[in-house]
Nanobody, 121 residues
Framework: QVQLFESGGGLVQPGGSLRLSCVAS????????MGWYRQAPGKQRELVAT???????NYADSVKGRFTISVDNAKLWVYLQMSSLKPEDTAVYYC???????????????WGQGTQVTVSS
């Protein structure tokens, strides 16, 4: 059983910074990619940033230059450093991972429970 655990959300003033963390645990054969998505009230879940096992990154246009995604050496932790936060960044942020657990099955999508980020003065 694979699980993703997130931490680091909270309340921050506009212009402030937060760092989100997520760790994957369980029976992991290979971790192909990890990323962060967010969902604001009344809106669809959207991609924020992703990073592949080869360290290629992709960012939503709305966060380019403000957010940075990274992984640890073991590539079981993924981080999202968020700077210059804006009220429109307020959302529940979800960790995502594309993980293969056995040789006989393709990689599957896994999601964390979500962590609330609120940007407000």
């Amino acid at each position: 059983q694979v699980q993703l655990f997130e931490s680091g959300g909270g309340l921050v003033q506009p212009g402030g910074s937060l760092r989100l963390s997520c760790v994957a645990s369980g029976r992991i054969l290979s971790l192909n990619a990890m990323g962060w998505y967010r969902q604001a009230p009344g809106k669809q879940r959207e991609l924020v940033a992703t990073i592949t096992s080869g360290s290629s990154t992709n960012y939503a246009d709305s966060v380019k230059g403000r957010f940075t995604i990274s992984v640890d050496n073991a590539k079981l932790w993924v981080y999202l450093q968020m700077s210059s936060l804006k009220p429109e960044d307020t959302a529940v942020y979800y960790c995502h991972a594309l993980i293969r657990t056995t040789l006989s099955s393709p990689a599957s999508n896994y999601w964390g429970q979500g962590t609330q980020v609120t940007v407000s003065s």
